[in-house]
């Protein structure tokens, strides 16, 4: 397996994107910390680990919490000495213009979306560059592509992509690779709560499918294996890159 025996962690892998992350990490050998504030659905994700026979512990972090960060940072390495690679998941979405969102709205999606990735980054990078290790953190096509009615989600993902580029040339020489990975629309975690507010769910799926070249939403897997291709001594050469997975959504206009 091509990260047998490496550590990695994975921030909001309690359910969606960062679940399918966590479980493709371990399908590949390496021991995952899944790192979420719902402790049941880390839980629940360590448990669909163990039904594979791979390893994995569940921890409840909170990124925006500088306190709670060095505690996840103290707990891996309590637990399994190193860590190779770092995914910086976590995030949630407000789906409004800018004249409707709060001030306390937009602090906490910049809190979390990209305070998350600043916190871990900054707290792990020092154990990072021991192992010569990996950081992706996870954008989207909404840092490239803006949708209407959310202004402070896309803001945060576009920050995202430049503080990845930042970080790649800061730590590069170090031996620490960063890169980010930009979905389209997928079928589990954001996406699917927005689509389940929707009156008629199913059929919001499917017209956001007819929007990418391949007519159809992304399953997690999907964008899970990408994370743990760019873990990988496979992606030694690849860093400050944002890795579009998106079926073809930013190709061009949608057949009609």
Request: charged fraction near 20%; proline fraction near 3%; charge should be negative.
């Amino acid at each position: 397996m091509k990260l047998e025996n490496r550590v990695v962690v994975v921030t909001g892998s309690g359910s969606g994107i960062g679940r399918a992350c966590a479980l493709e990490f371990a399908k590949a050998g390496a021991k995952v910390v899944v790192a979420d504030l719902n402790i049941q659905g880390a839980e629940e994700t360590v448990k669909q680990i163990e039904e594979i026979k791979r390893t994995a512990i569940a921890f409840k972090t909170d990124v925006s919490n500088p306190e709670s960060v060095k505690q996840l940072v103290d707990f891996t390495l309590k637990t399994y000495s190193k860590i190779d690679a770092l995914v910086n998941n976590a995030a949630i979405q407000i789906n409004k213009t800018v004249e409707d969102t709060t001030f306390e709205e937009w602090s906490l999606q910049m809190s979390i979306n990209v305070g998350g990735v600043f916190l871990t980054s900054k707290y792990f990078l020092p154990y990072l560059r021991e192992t010569k290790g990996s950081i992706v953190n996870m954008s989207s096509v909404n840092s490239f592509f803006v949708e209407p009615m959310c202004a402070g989600y896309c803001a945060t993902k576009a920050a995202i992509v430049g503080l990845t580029k930042a970080m790649a040339i800061d730590h590069g020489h170090e031996g620490v690779r960063v890169n980010a990975i930009c979905p389209g629309y997928i079928d589990a975690g954001l996406a699917e709560g927005y689509f389940q507010v929707q009156p008629d769910p199913e059929k919001a799926r499917l017209e956001a499918g007819k929007l990418h070249a391949l007519w159809r939403i992304g399953k997690s897997e999907e964008v899970a294996r990408v994370a743990v291709f760019l873990s990988s001594d496979d992606a030694s050469f690849i860093t400050g890159s944002s890795v579009v997975v998106d079926g073809g959504f930013g190709s061009g206009l949608p057949p009609q």
